[in-house]
């Protein structure tokens, strides 16, 4: 369980001692090199972008959230699928390569916890993908999800993958923040390309605002 969750501090984006800036993971062009090279091995790459566009289908949406951006693979994806996209990330260097890659797009420098310091308009769905919210600073997750939930519209879906770790954030107080947050569980699979969930270590989760 995450302790005091609900009230933890929410790092601001001028902290650089976050779980994700305490981590050697990849970043910028590195980090997009690693799906270049699995895109030219025949994998699909784009599981992600495929389930929110059978998302946005279901409920007649076009507006995503790309929360937790990076570097833009999925914002920049969907984006080229015709539907209205918003990144934002708490990582510069990140966010300086999806600026390179698609200026187009409106690419936003914040911390999750901070979104309504940034972020006034509503979104059909908020895509938390990269293991997001294992990545936030601990004991903020409860405090991410509220903010995401702000930006949903009524009956909007919140849908995060990410690796499920007893020594991290368990998929029992994922969806009691959510719950929390106003939303309500609707789907849960095993990959981005829909496995049943049975247990594993991935869990790919869909909730739904209530209307």
């Given at each position: ?123 059909d769905v908020a895509l938390l993908a990269g293991n997001v919210m294992i990545f936030v600073e601990p004991g903020t997750e409860a405090r991410v999800l509220q903010q995401v939930s ?62």
């Amino acid at each position: 369980m995450v302790p005091n969750a609900a009230h933890a501090r929410c790092v601001t984006i001028a902290d650089v001692n976050t779980r994700w800036n305490r981590t050697d993971a990849p970043r910028g062009a590195e980090y997009d090199a690693r799906w270049t090279r699995l895109a030219a091995a025949g994998q699909n790459i784009h599981g992600e972008a495929d389930l929110v566009e059978t998302l946005l289908a279901e409920i007649g949406g076009t507006r995503v959230l790309d929360a937790g951006c990076g570097t833009g693979r999925v914002g920049i994806e969907l984006r080229g699928r015709g539907f209205d996209v918003v990144g934002v990330d708490a990582d510069p260097g990140m966010l300086e390569t999806a600026r390179r890659n698609a200026p187009e797009i409106n690419w936003i420098h914040v911390n999750l916890c901070d979104l309504d310091t940034h972020l006034g308009e509503e979104f059909d769905v908020a895509l938390l993908a990269g293991n997001v919210m294992i990545f936030v600073e601990p004991g903020t997750e409860a405090r991410v999800l509220q903010q995401v939930s702000k930006r949903l519209t009524p009956g909007g879906v919140l849908v995060a993958g990410f690796k499920v770790d007893p020594d991290r954030l368990t998929l029992d107080d994922y969806d009691r923040f959510a719950a929390d947050a106003g939303l309500e569980p609707n789907t849960r699979w095993a990959t981005w390309d829909q496995a049943p969930f049975a247990g594993g270590d991935y869990a790919v989760s869909v909730h739904r605002k209530g209307t």
